[in-house]
Nanobody, 125 residues
Framework: VQLQASGGGLVQAGGSLRLSCETS????????MGWFRQAPGKEREFAAG????????SYADSVKGRFTISRDNAKNMVYLQMNSLKPEDTGVYSC???????????????????WGLGTLVTVSS
């Protein structure tokens, strides 16, 4: 497994979780890293993404102002800080790497080449 997400769990609405994505140096050199989520019975959707250097980030409208994506280049780690969680944030969260050289952080899953196993986030009301 080249990407491994962790940090999920059960939290009450309004609470916080921090997800981590551990990967190899090669995968971490991708143009961008993204977090996606999939709720039960729904399609996978983009949550947040960050460029290789960390200067560009992108967020889904549903998580703007609540989620923050970051990366630690020394540790080959990508993080997703999730605050003010809502029940609709429940789902399996996965990290992915995009090697397409587009200069932007892609917000659809098609360009992402490598995917890791997800971690389950459950937000209770």
């Amino acid at each position: 497994v080249q990407l491994q997400a962790s940090g999920g769990g059960l939290v009450q609405a309004g609470g916080s979780l921090r997800l981590s994505c551990e990967t190899s140096e090669r995968i971490f050199s991708a143009n961008a890293m993204g977090w996606f989520r999939q709720a039960p019975g729904k399609e996978r959707e983009f949550a947040a993404g960050i460029s290789r250097g960390g200067s560009r980030t992108s967020y889904a409208d549903s998580v703007k102002g609540r989620f923050t994506i970051s990366r630690d280049n020394a540790k080959n780690m990508v993080y997703l800080q999730m605050n003010s969680l809502k029940p609709e944030d429940t789902g399996v969260y996965s990290c992915a790497a995009d090697f397409t050289v587009t200069g932007v952080v892609e917000v659809t899953d098609v360009p992402y080449d490598y995917w890791g196993l997800g971690t389950l986030v459950t937000v209770s009301s």
